[in-house]
């Protein structure tokens, strides 16, 4: 489950319910409270989309204000891999689907419009990640490269606590045979995340797919997974369902407490 809410300077946002330390902090934006029009409508943060530049730019300074973050987030060239980068090394659009960092004031990013955001931090409070998950990127193994890059800095993944931000559910992801067989061939007990829909069709569930890799790779307390894309038009970007349409922002953070909403 999260807690939404109206949010501040109007925008909505949504606050992660997971046992997380103090000292992390996590928010997902919805689609409301931003300045882009339609068909980005209205807080719409990807530049990559064809929205107006100065209207992402004024978005992401809304949010970067609202939020009194400690530093811009640290936004990646998104690309359905297995890349994860130090985000405090990081340049401004690295190529990478993943980052973490163990620096206070770091801001881990990733977009999505239908795709798997997923959060990661340790118990200790010590580390935070970030991850874009599409089925591309699940199948290639980009949680399980996260869970690896911060157990090299000596964080055991049985340590890790996973949120699962928004993304399309079960009922919206109709898929097809190529989909299903690219799951299948890394692990044949995914196929309970299928469901038969019509004839040469599944329907997949995206939060339940990652929740077995999640706990493949040793992570057993998962969060979230709550949401749909898909089906919430009001409420969510959807680029299956639209098209053509803006971005929302998964971030976590080590700092100070951010404004309640």
Same mark, same amino acid.
């Given at each position: ?5 109206? %949010? ?10 997971? #046992? !997380? #330390?103090?000292?992390?902090? !996590? *928010? ?24 107006? #530049? ?6 992401? @300074?809304?949010?970067?204000d609202?939020?009194?973050?400690? %530093? ?9 891999g ?6 405090a ?5 690295v ?21 798997? #955001? *997923?959060? +990661? ?22 949680? @399980? ?7 090299? /800095?000596g ?29 299948? &061939?890394?692990?044949?007990?995914? /196929?309970?995340? +299928? ?14 797919? !990652?929740?077995? &890799?999640?706990?493949? !790779?040793?992570?057993t307390?998962?969060? %979230?997974?709550?949401?749909?894309? +898909?089906?919430?038009? @009001?409420? +969510? ?18 700092? @100070?407490? *951010?404004?309640?909403?």
């Open positions: 489950m999260a807690r939404a809410g109206p %949010g501040v300077s109007g925008l909505s946002l949504i606050r992660p319910d997971w #046992p !997380a #330390p103090a000292s992390v902090h !996590a *928010v997902a934006t919805t689609r409301t409270g931003g300045g882009s029009r339609p068909p980005w409508a209205s807080l719409n943060l990807g530049d990559h989309v064809g929205d107006d #530049p100065a209207a992402v730019l004024r978005n992401r @300074e809304l949010l970067r609202a939020l009194e973050l400690p %530093g811009d987030p640290v936004w990646l060239q998104q690309v359905h297995t890349a994860v980068v130090d985000a090394r990081a340049g401004e659009g190529a990478a689907d993943a980052s973490w960092t163990t620096s206070p004031g770091i801001v881990c990013a990733v977009l999505t419009a239908d795709c798997l #955001p *997923v959060l +990661f931090c340790n118990r200790a409070g010590t580390h935070v990640a970030a991850a874009h998950a599409g089925w591309r990127g699940l199948t290639a193994g980009v949680l @399980e490269s996260t869970v690896a890059w911060l157990a090299a /800095d964080v055991r993944p049985d340590s890790l606590l996973a949120w699962l931000g928004p993304a399309i559910g079960p009922a919206g992801y109709e898929v097809g045979p190529e989909v299903r067989d690219a799951f299948l &061939r890394v692990d044949p007990a995914a /196929d309970s995340a +299928f469901r038969p829909n019509r004839p040469g069709h599944w329907l997949l569930d995206l939060y339940g797919a !990652a929740r077995q &890799r999640l706990r493949r !790779a040793g992570v307390a998962i969060s %979230g997974g709550n949401f749909c894309t +898909f089906t919430q038009p @009001e409420r +969510f970007f959807s680029h299956r369902r639209d098209g053509v349409t803006g971005r929302q922002a998964t971030l976590i953070w080590m700092g @100070e407490k *951010v404004p309640d909403t």
